[in-house]
């Protein structure tokens, strides 16, 4: 696609779907209040995260620097542990890896991954003929949309739940109301039969530790626990840059991101280091027992090492990906996910940049930052995204990649924004 055609659909998107569109307002000012009162519960009642996060902030810098040592470590403790391990350089590697595993005519549920939607897996094993169900919530309700996740934590954060009983109405056949228990209800129904009838269990990690090969998925829901250990198999994507050092960095890092994320506590966290075994009978080790009988673990690189190559960009690796940045920052407040291609906001700006549509690509999200600085404040690492994007911006223009009408469209969304502040 050309850098104007890129440039016009993002501009339609993020000015008629988002700050135009009444329901996302309504839904994202409901989502920002109830964050802010429940984030600021949690740092009162756990004051030592503020503590805990600069000693993350140091565990994240010490792991970018090493992360393919790092990486191999952890591959060596994923095998000791009877799993096996492999590294997808780019999304082609990582789509020849999966069809491998996976083959065709299954049933996979999986969890929620943002690592899986960089590449469209979920799209990708769907083309191959097998059927997949996303089994997050706000997940299942984007796959029924057909659209993407609009928050790092929320996927569906920008539907209200009037649309929400309208979509399951429709999925259903039954008149489901506007109201969010059953809502959450109907969902259970659907899935639950789901879980024990899948072939393969797919999900992503919030972090891993190199010298256990201990992935945590931290969840509320109860799904990732049920997709993950329910089926045969389970198959996990992970992004390089989620290895820490030890399963003491991990916790600590686990933690940080779980309190940020809106929880002073998680129903769940779960911890995994290999396949499912036992030793009950005559103490003879066996693979298999209730949970998955094999564990595969993908490491995805896709652009991350170039990122950590450069000293400014290199920052974005740090991220947690707790989402606190997004409900402070005044775009997003009016656009949703629409700021963004694939991942969102001012972090995802130079995620896209470097994963999924290129420098080129993600130029029309590199002007819509107001740089105001609002997510480096609110950011538990202190991430300075501001920095970033002007650095993209520089190198941008350094190889002639600003499409004309940018500043007129800066000025827009300025105006836009200026509602967004809170
Ligand atoms: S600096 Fe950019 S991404 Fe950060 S809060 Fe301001 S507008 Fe949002
Ligand atoms: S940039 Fe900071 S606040 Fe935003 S998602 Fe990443 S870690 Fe969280």
């Given at each position: 696609?050309?850098?104007?055609?890129?440039?016009?659909?993002?501009?339609?998107?993020?000015?008629?779907?988002?700050?135009?569109?009444?329901?996302?307002?309504?839904?994202?000012?409901?989502?920002?209040?109830?964050?802010?009162?429940?984030?600021a519960?949690?740092?009162k009642?756990?004051?030592?995260?503020?503590?805990?996060?600069?000693?993350?902030?140091?565990?994240?810098?010490?792991?970018?620097?090493?992360?393919?040592?790092?990486?191999?470590s952890?591959?060596?403790?994923?095998?000791?542990?009877?799993?096996?391990?492999?590294?997808?350089?780019?999304?082609?590697?990582?789509?020849?890896?999966?069809?491998?595993?996976?083959?065709?005519?299954?049933?996979?549920?999986?969890?929620?991954?943002?690592?899986?939607?960089?590449?469209?897996?979920?799209?990708?094993?769907?083309?191959?003929?097998?059927?997949?169900?996303?089994?997050?919530?706000?997940?299942?309700?984007?796959?029924?949309?057909?659209?993407?996740?609009m928050?790092?934590?929320?996927?569906?954060?920008?539907?209200?739940?009037?649309?929400?009983?309208?979509?399951?109405?429709?999925?259903?056949?039954?008149?489901?109301?506007?109201?969010?228990?059953?809502?959450?209800?109907?969902?259970?129904?659907?899935?639950?039969?789901?879980?024990?009838?899948?072939?393969?269990?797919?999900?992503?990690?919030?972090?891993?530790?190199?010298?256990?090969?201990?992935?945590?998925?931290?969840?509320?829901?109860?799904?990732?626990?049920?997709?993950?250990g329910?089926?045969?198999?389970?198959?996990?994507?992970?992004?390089?840059?989620?290895i820490?050092?030890?399963?003491?960095?991990?916790?600590?890092?686990?933690?940080?991101?779980?309190?940020?994320?809106?929880?002073?506590?998680?129903?769940?966290?779960?911890?995994?280091?290999?396949?499912?075994?036992?030793?009950?009978?005559?103490?003879v080790?066996?693979?298999?027992?209730?949970?998955?009988?094999?564990?595969?673990?993908?490491?995805?690189?896709?652009?991350?090492?170039?990122?950590?190559?450069?000293?400014?960009?290199?920052?974005?690796?740090?991220?947690?990906?707790?989402?606190?940045?997004?409900?402070?920052?005044?775009?997003?407040?009016?656009?949703?996910?629409?700021?963004?291609?694939?991942?969102?906001?001012?972090i995802?700006?130079?995620?896209?940049?470097?994963?999924?549509?290129?420098?080129?690509?993600?130029?029309?999200?590199a002007?819509t930052?107001?740089?105001?600085?609002?997510?480096?404040?609110?950011?538990?690492?202190?991430?300075?995204?501001?920095?970033?994007?002007?650095?993209?911006?520089?190198?941008?223009?350094?190889?002639?990649?600003?499409?004309?009408?940018?500043?007129?469209?800066?000025?827009?969304?300025?105006?836009?924004?200026?509602?967004?502040?809170?």
């Open positions: 696609m050309s850098m104007d055609r890129i440039y016009e659909e993002y501009v339609d998107r993020i000015i008629k779907f988002g700050a135009e569109n009444e329901r996302t307002r309504i839904a994202l000012d409901r989502a920002i209040d109830s964050y802010r009162k429940n984030r519960n949690a740092l009642k756990f004051p030592h995260t503020i503590t805990l996060a600069e000693e993350v902030r140091k565990i994240k810098e010490y792991s970018i620097s090493h992360m393919d040592e790092l990486r191999k952890a591959c060596d403790a994923i095998e000791e542990n009877h799993g096996h391990c492999y590294l997808a350089k780019t999304k082609e590697q990582a789509y020849s890896i999966f069809e491998d595993l996976v083959g065709r005519n299954k049933t996979i549920v999986k969890s929620k991954s943002l690592t899986s939607e960089e590449i469209h897996l979920r799209q990708f094993l769907e083309s191959m003929g097998n059927e997949v169900y996303e089994t997050d919530l706000g997940e299942f309700i984007v796959q029924l949309l057909n659209t993407r996740p928050h790092i934590l929320s996927p569906a954060i920008n539907i209200p739940r009037e649309d929400v009983a309208r979509l399951l109405s429709d999925f259903t056949g039954e008149s489901i109301p506007p109201d969010i228990a059953k809502e959450v209800a109907t969902v259970r129904k659907i899935l639950r039969e789901k879980y024990f009838k899948a072939d393969i269990g797919i999900n992503g990690a919030n972090v891993i530790s190199a010298d256990t090969g201990t992935m945590f998925i931290i969840e509320n829901e109860g799904n990732a626990r049920l997709s993950i329910a089926p045969p198999v389970q198959i996990a994507l992970i992004g390089i840059e989620k820490v050092p030890t399963l003491n960095d991990a916790f600590k890092t686990a933690e940080v991101t779980w309190r940020y994320a809106n929880y002073r506590i998680p129903a769940y966290v779960n911890l995994i280091s290999g396949p499912s075994k036992t030793g009950d009978i005559e103490k080790t066996t693979y298999g027992a209730h949970g998955p009988r094999e564990l595969h673990v993908v490491f995805l690189d896709n652009g991350r090492s170039e990122m950590a190559k450069h000293p400014v960009y290199r920052e974005a690796l740090y991220c947690l990906r707790c989402g606190a940045c997004l409900y402070e920052c005044p775009v997003y407040a009016v656009t949703a996910g629409h700021y963004g291609q694939q991942y969102m906001g001012g995802g700006t130079i995620w896209d940049a470097f994963t999924t549509v290129g420098f080129e690509g993600a130029a029309p999200e002007y930052c107001l740089r105001c600085g609002r997510c480096k404040v609110m950011c538990p690492l202190g991430i300075d995204t501001v920095t970033m994007v002007t650095q993209l911006r520089k190198d941008l223009v350094s190889r002639g990649l600003v499409p004309q009408p940018v500043r007129e469209f800066a000025e827009e969304i300025l105006e836009l924004a200026k509602n967004g502040v809170r």
